[in-house]
Protein backbone atom coordinates (compact mmCIF):
# COMPACT_ATOMS: atom_id res chain seq x y z
CA UNK A 1 0.00 0.00 0.00
CA UNK A 2 2.76 2.89 0.97
CA UNK A 3 2.51 6.15 2.92
CA UNK A 4 2.50 9.16 1.17
CA UNK A 5 4.14 11.96 3.23
CA UNK A 6 3.82 15.82 2.61
CA UNK A 7 6.56 18.00 3.36
CA UNK A 8 7.93 21.80 2.15
CA UNK A 9 5.14 24.00 3.95
CA UNK A 10 5.84 26.57 6.45
CA UNK A 11 5.31 30.58 6.64
CA UNK A 12 5.44 32.51 3.67
CA UNK A 13 4.58 36.33 3.10
CA UNK A 14 2.11 37.42 0.72
CA UNK A 15 3.47 37.28 -2.99
CA UNK A 16 5.63 34.70 -2.50
CA UNK A 17 6.39 30.91 -3.64
CA UNK A 18 6.23 27.37 -2.01
CA UNK A 19 6.83 24.10 -3.76
CA UNK A 20 5.16 21.40 -1.91
CA UNK A 21 6.56 17.62 -2.03
CA UNK A 22 4.41 14.29 -1.81
CA UNK A 23 6.87 11.12 -1.20
CA UNK A 24 5.58 7.94 -1.75
CA UNK A 25 7.51 5.39 1.01
CA UNK A 26 6.55 1.90 -0.33
CA UNK A 27 4.04 2.17 -3.14
CA UNK A 28 3.82 1.96 -6.79
CA UNK A 29 3.85 5.43 -7.42
CA UNK A 30 4.58 5.85 -11.19
CA UNK A 31 1.44 3.92 -11.74
CA UNK A 32 -0.75 6.49 -8.98
CA UNK A 33 -2.88 8.89 -9.96
CA UNK A 34 -2.04 11.34 -7.89
CA UNK A 35 -3.54 14.35 -5.71
CA UNK A 36 -3.42 17.31 -3.97
CA UNK A 37 -6.27 18.78 -1.36
CA UNK A 38 -5.74 21.41 1.03
CA UNK A 39 -8.33 22.34 3.86
CA UNK A 40 -8.80 25.21 6.23
CA UNK A 41 -10.16 24.87 9.60
CA UNK A 42 -14.18 24.34 9.49
CA UNK A 43 -14.64 24.04 5.83
CA UNK A 44 -14.59 20.53 3.81
CA UNK A 45 -11.79 19.34 2.18
CA UNK A 46 -10.85 21.06 -1.08
CA UNK A 47 -9.50 19.86 -4.48
CA UNK A 48 -6.64 21.69 -6.34
CA UNK A 49 -5.17 19.45 -8.80
CA UNK A 50 -4.82 16.01 -9.72
CA UNK A 51 -1.95 14.23 -12.22
CA UNK A 52 -2.50 11.02 -13.84
CA UNK A 53 0.52 8.40 -14.40
CA UNK A 54 1.46 9.66 -18.24
CA UNK A 55 1.24 13.32 -17.11
CA UNK A 56 -2.13 14.42 -17.65
CA UNK A 57 -3.06 17.30 -15.69
CA UNK A 58 -6.29 18.64 -13.94
CA UNK A 59 -6.64 22.06 -12.15
CA UNK A 60 -9.22 23.07 -10.04
CA UNK A 61 -10.83 26.60 -11.80
CA UNK A 62 -9.49 28.46 -8.26
CA UNK A 63 -6.05 26.94 -8.84
CA UNK A 64 -5.27 27.38 -12.57
CA UNK A 65 -2.71 30.26 -12.97
CA UNK A 66 -0.75 29.81 -9.86
CA UNK A 67 -0.35 26.50 -8.95
CA UNK A 68 1.63 23.63 -10.88
CA UNK A 69 1.11 20.51 -10.13
CA UNK A 70 4.16 17.44 -11.10
CA UNK A 71 5.61 14.44 -10.66
CA UNK A 72 9.03 12.73 -10.68
CA UNK A 73 8.26 8.62 -11.16
CA UNK A 74 12.37 8.05 -10.66
CA UNK A 75 11.88 9.83 -7.11
CA UNK A 76 8.11 8.51 -6.32
CA UNK A 77 7.29 12.12 -5.91
CA UNK A 78 4.82 14.36 -6.74
CA UNK A 79 4.84 18.06 -6.52
CA UNK A 80 2.84 21.38 -6.00
CA UNK A 81 4.34 24.97 -7.24
CA UNK A 82 2.04 28.20 -5.76
CA UNK A 83 3.21 31.19 -6.70
CA UNK A 84 2.04 34.45 -5.77
CA UNK A 85 1.00 33.50 -2.90
CA UNK A 86 -2.13 35.08 -1.13
CA UNK A 87 -3.71 34.87 2.58
CA UNK A 88 -6.23 32.87 1.46
CA UNK A 89 -4.17 29.73 0.59
CA UNK A 90 -3.37 29.46 4.51
CA UNK A 91 -4.40 25.65 4.90
CA UNK A 92 -3.16 22.00 5.35
CA UNK A 93 -2.34 20.88 2.05
CA UNK A 94 -2.69 17.07 1.42
CA UNK A 95 -1.69 14.40 -1.31
CA UNK A 96 -3.82 11.49 -1.70
CA UNK A 97 -3.70 8.32 -4.41
CA UNK A 98 -7.24 8.41 -3.37
CA UNK A 99 -7.22 5.81 -0.67
CA UNK A 100 -4.16 6.38 0.99
CA UNK A 101 -3.88 10.23 2.36
CA UNK A 102 -0.80 12.14 3.92
CA UNK A 103 -0.67 13.11 7.39
CA UNK A 104 -0.25 17.23 5.56
CA UNK A 105 1.78 20.12 5.49
CA UNK A 106 0.80 23.80 6.19
CA UNK A 107 1.41 26.64 4.36
CA UNK A 108 0.34 30.29 6.04
CA UNK A 109 1.00 32.93 4.46
CA UNK A 110 1.23 36.25 6.94
CA UNK A 111 2.69 39.51 6.71
Known amino acids: QGQLVESGGGFVQPGGSVKLSCEDI????????MEWYRQTPGKQREFIAD???????NYADFAKGRFTISRDNAKNTMYLQINDLQVDDTAVYYC?????WGPGTQVTVSS
Open 96 to 100: TSGTT
Open 26 to 33: GGTFMLRY
Open 51 to 57: IAPDGTL
